[in-house]
């Protein structure tokens, strides 16, 4: 019985299917192949570890400059907002104010920032943080019709009118109002002034969020055959004022940033304006607050945090460290690899 025949495998394949004869598909392209020595990775690691340890030493002691006061609000025990705090679980409440009283023992230099802050709130809980429609607040006008399903149970009210803004984000917009007063000697009070100019991020303002283009001159048209979102007291033409108004009201920007986690805080406005350009003088203050926002249903609490600014941004004591801990780390390990390299250096020189 004759054996099959089969193609001798050093046959080379035909002209017309062999690679090009270039240097990027024959593989000869020039390449650097550092030989890893001990010469060159001990100086590598020591200069890392220095670096980082510098760079982590300046962000601590920045952060250690930054001056910050936390006044907690919640309305817990005997506090000035409790009875504020009680009220605030009913569905249907009466404007409830509150003041906290407080002192700085030394100034605060401008630019001064005042957060809100809000625990045991989880933003990144994913059906919430998807529950918007972006295209809507881009300012499309169909999508102003049609919200997207992602946006449900805030879809569309019981009459199954669209809701602008649509979502679980949108709905639990943050709206607790503070006005910060100085207190002088004689028992007056003057009126901080706040800017809330340029609180949100340059992004969100000027391409992620838009208004829809007026209907003769008049927003309020634009948004015709929308609703306002359940828990809002006025629809989103009437928030904020000016060019500041609608879906491009800052303070609603910076609520739709969700934040990673459950404790955060977010920018309300910085103190730069009238007699307090060069900040918050030491001495006595009163911050009256307008008490809307429940966070005892879900056991969380609110303040507010006055903070001055470095070049580094907010007090971050963590990024400090943990430059410091990665420098340190190299340092050692570059020692470490050092004294392995005298140890068996004899080891080198026989081979």
Known sequence: MAAAAFPSSSSSPPAQQRPDNTAFTQQRLPAWQPLLSAGTVLPLFFCLGVAFVALGLGLHFSSATI?????????????????CANLSLQALHPPCTCELRFSLAEA????????????????????YSVSRDD??????????????????????????????????????????????????????????PMDKRGISWWTDTNIKFHNP????????????????????????????????TGFVNEDFIVWMRTAALPTFRKLYS???????????????????????????????????????LSWMGGKNPFLGITFLVFGSICILTGFVMLAVHIKYQHLNEMD
Not at 67 to 74: C, M, V, W
Not at 109 to 120: F, G
Not at 135 to 141: A, H
Not at 214 to 234: C, H, I, Y
């Open 108 to 127: 605060f230099p401008a630019p001064v920032c005042l957060y809100y802050q809000l625990s045991n709130y989880y933003q990144n809980n994913r059906r």
């Open 270 to 308: 910085r103190i730069r304006l009238a007699n307090f350009t060069m900040g918050l003088p030491r001495g006595n203050y009163s911050l009256h607050i307008t008490y809307n926002y429940p966070v005892l249903s879900f056991y969380g609490s609110k303040k507010v945090i006055f903070s001055t």
């Open 213 to 244: 283009e007026p209907v003769n001159d008049s927003l309020a048209l634009a948004f015709e055959g929308t609703t306002k979102p359940p828990n809002w007291p006025v629809p989103v033409y009437e928030l904020g004022s000016g060019n500041n």
């Open 67 to 83: 001056r910050e006061l936390e006044l907690d609000y919640t309305g817990l025990g005997d506090s000035s907002c409790a009875r």
């Open 135 to 192: 295209q809507q607040l881009s300012g499309l006008s169909w999508a102003l019709r049609d919200p997207a399903e992602e946006c449900k149970p805030y879809r569309l009210n019981a009459t199954h009118t669209p809701i602008a803004p649509c979502g679980s984000v949108a709905n639990s917009l943050f709206n607790d109002t503070f006005d910060l007063f100085y207190v002088f000697s004689n028992g007056t009070k003057g009126l901080v």
